[in-house]
C-alpha cells in the first residue's frame, strides 16, 4: 500500500506545489516509487516538471469523468517520479463536483496504491471540491505554511475546516488521518520568521515539523528551468532542506489505514 500524502492548504500561495515536486524529488533520491498528482487547474506542478499541460491528453480531467483508467493517464518524469498531469480542464471538474464527490480521488488513487510507495498530493488553493478531494484522500495532511505574518490563521483555518467538517463526513475513511505543519519561505536571521514558527508550536505542537525550508530565490529559479531544486542545485541548503523532508517521511509516514 502506497501512503498518500497531501500538500494542503486554502490559502494560495506558501509552497504546497514547490513542496510536492521537491518532496517528490527527494523520495526518489532515496529509492522510493513516487506518483505526483496535480489537483490544480493552474497546473503548477505539471509544468514544474516541464510538461505543458494543454499539449496532454488525456490528463487527469479524463480519469475523474471516468473517461480513462488513471494507469493510461500517468506519466513518467525525468526526475524518477511518475505524475498525473493537470490542464485547465480540471476547472469544469471544480464546476461539477457534488456533495458527497469529495471521495472520487481517493477510489481513483485505489487500482495504483501496489506501484508506488508514496502518492503526493498538490492540492488547489481556496475552499473547494478539488482541495477536499485532496484531503479524503490523504493518509498524512502536510500542511505548508510561509513563515509570515498570518501563517497561523491560514493553518488554523484549515485545521478546523478538517477536523470540524470532513472528518465528521468521512469519519470511517479517516480515522487515522495525520496533519502535519510544514513551514516553507523560513527567513533565517531575522526575529520574525523563528517568532512565528514558535508561536505556532505553542498552538500545535509536535505536529509542527521541525525542519525548516528556506527562503531563497533558487526556488522560483528552479520553477522557471523546470527543474526540481534537487536536480538542478543539488547541494543548495533548499535541496538539503527537502531531503531532510523525504528522510522523515521515510521515517514516520507509514500507511496505518
Ligand atoms: N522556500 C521558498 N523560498 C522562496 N520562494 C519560494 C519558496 N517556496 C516557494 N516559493 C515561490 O513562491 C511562489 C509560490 O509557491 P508555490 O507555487 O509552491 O505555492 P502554492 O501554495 O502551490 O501556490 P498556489 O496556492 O497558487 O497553488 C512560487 O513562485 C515559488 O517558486
Ligand atoms: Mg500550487
Do not use: C
Not at 497546473?43 to 469523468?65: C, K, M, Q
Not at 534537487?230 to 500507511?255: C, F, M, N
Amino acid at each position: 500500500m502506497a501512503t498518500v500524502i497531501s500538500f494542503s492548504i486554502f490559502k494560495g500561495g506558501t509552497g504546497k506545489t514547490t513542496s510536492a515536486v521537491n518532496t517528490a524529488a527527494a523520495l526518489v533520491e532515496k529509492g522510493k516509487r513516487v506518483l505526483l498528482v496535480d489537483l490544480d487547474q493552474q497546473a503548477s506542478s505539471t509544468r514544474y516538471v516541464g510538461i505543458e499541460p494543454d499539449s496532454v491528453n488525456p490528463t487527469l480531467y479524463h480519469v475523474f469523468l471516468k473517461q480513462t483508467p488513471a494507469s493510461v493517464v500517468r506519466q513518467h518524469t525525468a526526475f524518477g517520479f511518475d505524475i498525473l498531469p493537470s490542464s485547465s480542464l480540471m476547472a469544469a471538474i471544480e464546476e461539477s463536483l457534488d456533495p458527497g464527490d469529495e471521495i472520487l480521488l481517493r477510489d481513483i488513487l485505489k487500482p495504483l496504491h501496489d506501484e508506488y510507495d508514496y502518492i503526493l498530493v498538490d492540492t488547489p488553493p481556496g475552499k473547494a471540491g478539488l482541495a477536499f478531494n485532496g484531503i479524503v484522500a490523504a493518509d498524512w495532511l502536510f500542511i505548508p505554511a510561509s513563515a509570515e505574518r498570518m501563517a497561523i490563521d491560514g493553518v488554523s483555518d484549515l485545521i478546523s475546516h478538517v477536523q470540524g467538517i470532513i472528518w465528521h463526513k468521512y469519519r470511517s475513511e479517516l480515522l487515522k488521518q495525520q496533519i502535519r505543519i510544514l513551514f516553507t519561505m523560513y527567513k533565517a536571521g531575522t526575529n520574525h520568521s523563528p517568532g512565528i514558527v514558535q508561536a505556532t508550536r505553542r498552538i500545535y505542537g509536535g505536529n509542527v515539523l521541525d525542519m525548516l525550508i528556506p527562503e531563497t530565490i533558487e526556488f522560483p529559479r528552479s520553477f522557471d528551468l523546470k527543474q526540481p531544486i534537487l536536480s538542478l542545485s543539488p547541494h543548495h541548503p533548499g535541496a538539503e532542506a527537502y531531503r531532510q523532508v523525504a528522510a522523515w517521511i521515510i521515517d514516520h509516514a507509514k500507511t496505518t489505514t
